[in-house]
């Protein structure tokens, strides 16, 4: 087996045809939306300055209409908006967790949906979005595995969550008011429905928007991208990413690995490992973090947490342990609290922080894991009571 084997990609991740009508102008890249510009008949000499322009007003002050774009001439206000659309994904559903966390229910093009959840901190907001529909990986544990992959998000849908989220949560700057409070939205995880490195190009376009100094300007440091261990990829992650990198790791042994991360039988422990020792970014101060779900009599004997040890030696690292949150017909339980305790002391005196992740939004299955589409359960549910 070899890092370098390609990576194929299922059919129902073809992208879909392009609608006929405007272009969305949300999620063109800088060099994407001057092209489209210059094509709708912007003078090439005043591109650049009609790409900041443009990019300013919607990604800086959020505003989803030309004609409050008041530093344009009226009559370019006009073409813009007899060719271009500014389009984001609608939200159907929203719910509101005891503990405040939100989770919306967003439907995309086609009549497909899926779930962004918003999780409120003392000292952070954190935005968990989705890059694909569905997942292809069918991790054991998670929910979200149990429904199949229908295709990619494009770029606009996954920079959409970000920017609907914001809406809602009412933090888009006032012009003219000097202001500046604490964002809300201050952290994004690419930890929702999906492999991100399944739909490279479409997260890589996305989270470069969402840095982009002129407009959300998110810091990459305040983005982190989850894979399962797509090993071709994670190289690119740092050279055309630049964020911060997490891996849902889950197990100590590839016979284990193999049965909770099925990825693993493509790109086996030792392997990802020798990526993650290679990575360009890895550092004191930008440390990889493993996500570990305690499965009770699975994962979370105290052995498992000494080779866990032994396994990322070297690499500078933090543990996430996550307390499994059920959902109905898991094949799992949550480990026991002293369990999980007991194994993240053994990390800690190891040498490796070792939080173990507060389970949040779980009385409305917003939790990690635990996310999968209101329309596919209800399928579901359906079809269990009308076989």
Known sequence: MTTNAPIVQDLHTIPRKLPEGPQNIVGLTRDQMRTALIAAGTPERQAKMRV???????????VRDFALMTNLAKDYRTLLANTFVIDLPEVVTKQ?????????????????????????ETDRGT????????????CSFCHTGTQKLVRNLTAAEIVGQIMLARDDLGEWPVQGDPKNEQRLLSNVVLMGMGEPLYN???VRDAMKIAMDPEGISLSRRRITLSTSGVVPEIARTADEI????AISFHAT?????????????KWPLKELLDALREYPKVSNSERITFEYVMLKGVNDSDADARRLVKLIEGIPAKINLIPFNEWPGAPYQRSDWDRIQSFADIVYKAGY?????????????????QLKSATERGRRDKAVLNP
């Open 353 to 369: 922080a070792s939080p173990i992740r507060t389970p949040r939004g779980e009385d409305i299955m917003a939790a990690c894991g």
């Open 52 to 62: 900041g322009q443009v990019w300013q007003w919607i990604y800086h002050w959020g």
């Open 253 to 265: 042994t590839d016979e284990v690995r193999d049965k909770l991360v099925p990825i693993n039988k």
């Open 96 to 120: 509101v967790s005891a503990d405040g966390t939100r989770k919306y229910l967003v439907r995309i093009a086609g009549g497909h949906e899926v779930e962004v959840v918003y999780i409120p």
């Open 200 to 202: 490279f190009d479409n």
């Open 242 to 245: 630049g964020c911060q990198l």
């Open 127 to 138: 935005l968990c979005i989705s890059s694909q529909v569905g997942c292809t990986l069918t």
